[in-house]
């Protein structure tokens, strides 16, 4: 991967001297180099161009270089802005294409860093923040010396600038940092340069020993003119001036300057230090805006009397040159009177020498009482620290606390609402003419009423499909697919499920406009929300699938599928061919994007006749490859999908289309369809789709969202759309457009919602698509997914992990005894039900948490059915609880890991009672590997509980979950 070094640093810090050298150990600087010049005559070592582009950017959000006004939140991100980011990615290629190592400085890169980033990102080169740290008052002194500003200006651009290249090179975490001292430099490049090579972990094509000679011949400390507290005759700074916003900002411009050296130490500046330092900051300025207002004005008068002054000063000197002509006559007959004057002199010094002992008495004094004075403040904070820990401990207990009891709410509500539906179902039987006319029946029947229930529904199955052809059609395809996929033994024993199946599929049902009967509504609490259906005033039922209503004609809509792709294997003819027979529209085309298929599926997507734009898997993003699809897509509306899923039905696609039209003048600008399951996806997943849609309150009904509030539950509930199948109109998405690298189906539902528009999810459209999973990518999914919902969600609470150790003596020691469980389990088949074999196993658990029997055991032997996921969990303990022993706070760490299992069993168990009845082998097994994949996904979320709590400490954990972080996140 290519690198690019960003030199930042405010003007007059020593960037030019820096970055000479980073090109002088090999970093390429591109062509058009400005050329020296008097203020600085070894040269500058910026590219012409791209000082150039800087201007005009910072002239288009009206931001002078000069300017002490803060920058607009996110103001990167600006849709104007998108002709600056297309001219920097050009500039890039122009003067570093197939460029392995680059440097590239200007001041202004410190005001316009997160550009320079985002770019650098899509264009897959790594970012690297070589900061450049000068004493304040140098830079007031060079800056007052070059261009005649004023040292509160200086200093207000010196804290503007630190502060946002702090702010972003922290904050983007594929960015690496280091600062280096321009003082340091100077006194000793070589060490600066060598701990600047390992801080960045960069491999210089040359070495520095080798170019020792030719950096010293250029680095000339002589070129340093301006000095910080002092100047070079010892005197005292006076630049500051006296008023007090002013004196604040100096002392701002230090305190930054003296946090930013100390962010390569061992104690290190933390992110709320420069934080505090932008709310002082913050402060100045909204007390004293005249003042700030007036720089920009006083600047330009001090240039212009500075001018005037310089010639005056000229005439002066000249008419001074010609006194001194004869003053030097003069001094040469009074030099043998300067002797008397020499001794009176030395009796001053002697003086003077006395008093300054007296000055240093009192200043040490002085500095005792300091260090008392600060141990004092110390111990203060320290108990204050300890009094926000144990505060900010009962939130968070309180919080969780809350969050059970809403969770156990929604239960109690769902089940009274589910009761209450079936009374009144019973009701209604008990009082029809049929259930009393066939009283007499019933007991001769009921030993035989399973089987005859059976051959019913194989019956029902059979006429209702004879009666719709094209089902039957595509019923037989699937038939025909499984059994070549499954084998005859195995499909004949699957096939009273699937027939099971098809007949709730093909099933419809007739219930008139309005209910005589009181209205039965699911309550659900107001952080969930409710479906949006308001073609029944009573019992509101699903829509009919698009397959079965009487269409007049085809719409006049014309529909770009877009189809991102990576070796998508032999079943993605199948999907071709399906969205080719799509009907009920005007037109559609199929746009495919594939990054770097080594399979058959470019060519697959060619015969098929489809657009195809192919990209490097380097160049590969979720919210890239969509955007890029979009453009080269030809159609007014966009219908976004995946290679692994597949329609249902051949009016699929127009079901989604025909409710968008239907409903636009309710502002619906873009429609989802929920998720159907393969019969061969894995029960962890037909779980999470249920929990998923059920969340979403559209499992059963379509439902239009919209903005009901910004905390996270109404954010994702109304704010969902899924790129396994999403139409969306293109005026629309490009106005938007898909962003960032993970979730971007989210993002752009929960923007468009904020923006006062609705989207729909539908039940009455189903898009087949699932996956079946190794243990170990749900220990990494749900590590992510924890992250991104953190960074997401301001308001997302999660819990407190206090203790690195006592998670992985928990995570490893369950895994220990899951795998004796598992292997000592009997899996062939008995007349046990899910519910009671799911029970046994959560009391099993249970028992073992209360025993506390958590520690590390010599046999490294960990066998959970995935050998990633086993591998792994023995590097955690092989690297974490080797010769640890597990104390009291260990042990309610581990305890927490072991709930936190525990409910996700329970919340299986409650799912798994209403489908499943008597388990099979087959049955069993597939039960017993959710399980492990449970555990695997809990011990993923709880190590993304610990990344958050450790990702900011200064100790050696936070190197350690940093690593957590880098293994959890590859891949995924």
Not at 24 to 30: D, K, T, V
Not at 171 to 188: E, F, I, W
Not at 633 to 659: I, N, R, S, T
Not at 672 to 692: F, G, I, L, Q
């Amino acid at each position: 991967m290519a690198q690019a070094i960003l030199v930042l640093g405010m003007h007059r810090s020593g960037t030019s001297a820096v970055t000479r050298i980073c090109n002088q150990l090999g970093a390429e600087l591109g062509g058009a180099i400005i050329e020296a010049a008097p203020d600085n005559p070894k040269g500058f070592w910026e590219n012409r161009d791209m000082v150039a582009l800087h201007d005009q950017i910072l002239r288009a959000i009206n931001h002078p270089w000069d300017s002490v006004r803060p920058l607009a939140d996110k103001w990167w991100l600006d849709t104007d802005l998108a002709w600056a980011r297309e001219a920097l990615r050009d500039l890039i290629g122009e003067h570093f294409s197939n460029t392995e190592l680059w440097v590239v400085k200007d001041p202004r890169l410190c005001l316009l860093l997160p550009m320079w980033q985002l770019v650098l990102k899509e264009l897959n080169i790594e970012s690297k923040c070589l900061i450049v740290n000068r004493h304040p008052s140098d830079v007031a002194h060079s800056l007052a010396a070059r261009d005649g500003y004023r040292a509160a200006h200086a200093h207000l651009l010196y804290l503007r600038y630190t502060l946002e290249l702090e702010k972003h090179s922290r904050s983007n975490a594929g960015t690496t940092r280091a600062v280096l001292s321009y003082d340091q430099l100077l006194s000793d490049w070589r060490s600066e340069m060598e701990k600047i090579s390992r801080q960045l972990l960069l491999d210089w094509p040359r070495s520095i020993s080798e170019q020792a000679s030719a950096i010293e011949s250029e680095l000339d400390p002589g070129l340093r003119h301006h000095f910080g507290l002092k100047d070079k005759e010892g005197k005292e700074d006076k630049t500051a001036e006296a008023s007090p916003s002013k004196i604040e900002v100096h002392r701002l411009a230090a305190d930054i300057h003296l946090a930013l050296s100390n962010l390569d130490d061992e104690a290190g500046a933390s992110k709320s230090q420069f934080n505090k330092i932008a709310r002082r900051l913050k402060t100045i300025e909204s007390r004293s805006s005249a003042w700030l207002e007036a720089l920009a004005y006083q600047t330009g008068r001090n240039l212009e009397g500075s001018v005037l002054e310089q010639q005056a000063e000229l005439e002066k000197l000249n008419a001074i040159c010609v006194g001194n002509r004869a003053e030097l006559d003069k001094l040469t007959e009074l030099s043998g009177k300067q002797g008397a004057e020499l001794e009176l002199l030395d009796k001053v010094r002697g003086k003077q020498i006395v008093e300054l002992q007296r000055l240093d008495a009192l200043r040490i004094d002085l500095e005792s009482q300091c260090l008392e004075n600060a141990e004092l403040i110390g111990s203060l904070s320290h108990e204050i620290q300890s009094i926000d820990k144990k505060l900010s401990e009962q939130i968070t207990s309180t919080i969780q606390g809350k969050a059970v009891i809403d969770l156990q709410s929604l239960d109690i509500t769902n089940l009274r609402s589910e009761i209450e539906q079936f009374r009144y179902v019973i009701s209604e039987m008990l009082a029809s003419t049929s259930w009393r006319l066939t009283a007499p029946l019933r007991w001769l029947t009921s030993k035989l009423a399973q089987r005859v229930k059976q051959v019913g529904e194989l019956v029902n199955v059979s006429l209702k499909t004879i009666r719709e052809p094209a089902l039957l059609k595509e019923l037989l395809q699937l038939g025909r697919s499984t059994l070549q996929r499954l084998g005859l033994r195995e499909f004949i024993r699957r096939l009273p499920a699937y027939f099971n199946i098809v007949g709730r599929y093909t099933a419809r049902k007739q219930v008139p406009e309005t209910i005589e009967t009181p209205t039965i509504v699911r309550m659900l609490p107001t952080s969930v929300p409710m479906a949006k259906d308001d073609n029944f005033k009573g019992i509101k039922i699903l829509r009919p699938h698009p397959e079965f209503e009487e269409r007049q004609q085809a719409l006049e809509v014309s529909v770009s599928v877009v189809i991102p792709t990576y070796n998508a294997g032999e079943e993605f003819y199948w999907l071709l061919r399906k969205l080719s027979a799509q009907k009920g529209l005007k037109a559609l085309e199929i746009v495919v994007v594939d990054s770097g298929s080594t399979d058959a599926t470019v060519e697959t997507a060619m015969q098929a006749g489809c657009v195809v734009v192919e990209i490097s898997q380097a160049e590969f993003s979720h919210s890239y490859a969509r955007n890029l699809g979009a453009g080269s897509a030809a159609y007014e509306y966009l219908l976004f999908m995946v290679q692994d899923a597949y329609p249902v039905g051949d009016y699929w696609a127009y079901g989604m289309a025909k409710y968008l039209q239907d409903h636009r003048n309710e502002k619906v600008v873009a429609v989802s369809c929920s998720e159907y399951c393969r019969t061969d996806s894995d029960v962890m997943y037909d779980c999470n789709v249920d929990t998923h849609y059920r969340f979403l309150n559209c499992r059963e009904m379509d439902r239009i969202g919209e903005l009901k509030g910004n905390d996270h539950m109404s954010l994702r509930a109304y704010g969902q759309l899924s790129d396994v199948s999403c139409l969306i109109s293109s005026e629309v998405f490009f106005r938007y457009r898909y962003r960032g690298d993970y979730a971007e189906d989210l993002d752009l539902g929960i923007r468009l919602i904020r923006d006062d528009l609705r989207i729909a999810m539908l039940a009455s459209v189903k898009t087949i698509h699932s996956h079946n999973r190794p243990a170990y990518y749900y220990l990494k999914r749900s590590f992510v997914d924890v992250i991104f919902l953190v960074r997401q969600f301001e308001d997302f609470q999660y819990p407190s992990v206090k203790a690195l150790h006592g998670l992985m003596f928990g995570i490893v020691a369950l895994g220990e005894w899951l795998t004796e469980y598992l292997r000592g389990y009997d899996f062939s088949a008995s007349d046990t039900t899910v519910d009671s074999s799911m029970q046994n196993l959560i009391d099993q658990v249970k028992i073992y948490r209360d025993s506390q029997m958590f520690a590390s055991t010599a046999d490294p032997d960990i066998d959970l059915g995935d050998a990633e996921f086993s591998a792994y969990l023995v590097s955690l303990r092989m690297e974490f609880l080797h010769g640890q022993e597990a104390g009291a706070k260990e042990q309610a760490e581990a305890q927490a890991f072991i709930d936190g299992f525990v409910g996700r069993l329970v919340h299986f168990k409650s799912f798994a009672n209403k489908i499943y009845l008597q388990q099979d082998a087959f049955l069993k097994r597939e039960v017993f590997d959710m399980v492990r994949k449970t555990f695997a996904a809990t011990a993923g979320s709880y190590l993304g509980f610990l990344y958050l709590a450790f990702k900011d400490e200064q100790n050696e954990f936070s190197e350690i979950v940093e690593d957590i972080k880098s293994t959890m996140g590859a891949g995924i």
